[in-house]
């Protein structure tokens, strides 16, 4: 058995033990979940070590006849991309474990449902065989679904509902796109790589179709304006552990799809439709910064930042350069350092003052230094400050769309600004000002949330100033997928 399937299993072990710990000792649960999240993090660092950087193909594959009737393989292996969505995902669900220490309801099956979550994004990105994609692409739908509806917020079943129903919708589409891709292909395959290798037997036509019902899936799970309206409401009213890795990782399966599936199978399908997402890229950006500049609510702005910043990602997808898809995928990885750490500082507020307005708060920072020198920290990193990693992957994606889209890229950098407006206007009055007596018994961030926050912000600031470590990892994969869709090495 291969590390990958190692990697699906775990969680599965993980819950099997859960579920013969009585539901009283809470304590081993949360030991239990914990071991699990860690040795699938060790096993992402071994893996990366045994990584070869030259190679563009998968590695560490395993291929095995699973229905045989319908030509469906348990087919799993890696490359730089998946590589890099592995490294993020283990690293998150390993810290907002940690972070989950603070749920006091149902613990047991807290614990069983957010295994199962990790199991399905771990199966997500490492899958090879479309069918099998698609099981682990639904079964992250039903644990989140639960996550938000038991342990959410006051509006929390509206949300959990609308966050369902939503992606659902387009996981049909879908899943249209790949029966269509199986029932024509001779003999009927659901392989990835088998399809990408035929692409070029498919019409025009028959791409524009099947990418359209792809970009339906993977846009709403971006979300790509205007599909993106569940996304604060999920955010809002999700237990902060699962904030984070709602943005962190089940943003970025949409965006991985384009790079796994759409791109390499339909790649005419691609090219038809990349001016239309540049443009929708654009308004993601601006309207996102806009919309997060006018919340009162902490965790709101940080939801609505996510859809500006996911905006590069499509921006840097839509221009068919080495640069841009570099530019995408890093900020794929930088998002989910950086969002990850502002949901965990919103968290820890919250669990305080028992409120997200950031009105009513001021002049926190002489009172909780630490909590907001990592809150600056992790602001600036946002707002693409050079020598953080958020400034390089923006840096990147507008480099590689300029020669492309230069009048798009221009409006897109009001995004920056904007980010750089909200950001700082929360901090002013969040951190700055007169101190509201009301929070003079605020205690600062305890050890236990600095430990969550340490490794990602250590992240952000290494990959600023030496972005190769992670740039080395994705570099022949995605030259590879630049040649084979026609795309320039600029």
């Not at 479309?130 to 959410?152: A, C, N």
Request: proline residues 4%; contains cysteine; glycine residues 8%.
């Amino acid at each position: 058995m291969s590390f990958l399937s190692w990697l699906i299993l775990l969680p599965i072990i993980g819950i099997v033990g859960i579920l013969f710990v009585h539901r009283d000792r809470t304590q081993l649960v949360r030991v239990i979940a914990t071991i699990v999240t860690g040795i699938e993090l060790v096993l992402t660092i071994v893996l990366m070590t045994r990584f070869s950087l030259v190679e563009s193909g998968m590695q560490f594959v395993e291929h095995v006849f699973w229905i045989p009737q319908l030509g469906v393989y348990y087919h799993v292996g890696i490359d730089g991309i998946s590589l890099i969505m592995l490294l993020t995902t283990t690293l998150l669900s390993f810290l907002a474990c940690i972070a989950s220490f603070g749920i006091k309801e149902r613990v047991k099956e807290y614990f069983v449902l957010y295994l199962l979550l990790v199991m399905g994004m771990i199966g997500t990105f490492v899958s090879l065989d479309l069918f099998l994609f698609y099981i682990f692409w639904e079964v992250v739908l039903v644990p989140m679904y639960f996550l938000i509806g038991i342990w959410g917020g006051e509006r929390k079943e509206y949300a959990a509902i609308k966050f369902f129903l939503y992606t659902l919708f387009g996981s049909l589409f879908m899943l249209v796109g790949i029966l269509a891709l199986y029932l024509t292909n001779t003999p009927h395959t659901f392989d990835m790589l088998a399809l990408a290798q035929a692409n070029a037997n498919y019409s025009l036509h028959f791409q524009q179709i099947i990418f359209l019902a792809l970009f339906l899936g993977f846009a709403i799970k971006v979300p790509i304006w205007p599909f993106h309206t569940w996304l604060p409401d999920a955010h809002v009213e999700a237990p902060t552990p699962i904030s984070v890795i709602l943005a962190g990782v089940l943003l970025k399966m949409g965006t991985y799809g384009f790079f796994r599936i759409a791109y390499p199978i339909v790649p005419q399908g691609a090219h038809w439709f990349a001016p239309a997402l540049a443009v929708l890229a654009v308004i993601g950006i601006v309207y996102g910064g806009f919309v997060a500049f006018a919340q009162t609510d902490f965790k709101k702005m940080v939801a609505y930042s996510s859809v500006s910043h996911m905006g590069f990602v499509l921006l840097g997808l839509s221009v068919f350069t080495s640069t841009g898809f570099h530019g995408a995928l890093l900020q794929m990885f930088t998002h989910g350092l950086i969002t990850g750490c502002l949901f965990l500082l919103v968290g820890v507020l919250y669990d305080r003052a028992h409120t997200r307005d950031m009105d009513a708060f001021g002049g926190l920072w002489a009172k909780l230094p630490v909590y907001g020198s990592i809150l600056i920290f992790c602001s600036m990193a946002s707002l693409g400050l050079p020598s953080l990693a958020g400034f390089v992957s923006e840096f990147m994606v507008l480099l590689g769309s300029f020669p492309v889209y230069r009048w798009i890229t221009v409006i897109s950098c009001i995004g920056i600004l904007l980010a750089a407006a909200y950001l700082l206007y929360m901090i002013q009055r969040v951190l700055l000002g007169k101190q509201n007596p009301k929070w003079a018994q605020l205690k600062d961030i305890s050890a236990r949330e600095i430990f969550t926050l340490a490794p990602l912000m250590i992240l952000i600031l290494l990959v600023g100033i030496y972005p190769k470590i992670v740039l080395q990892l994705m570099t022949p994969t995605l030259e590879a997928l630049i040649r084979s869709v026609g795309g320039t090495l600029l």
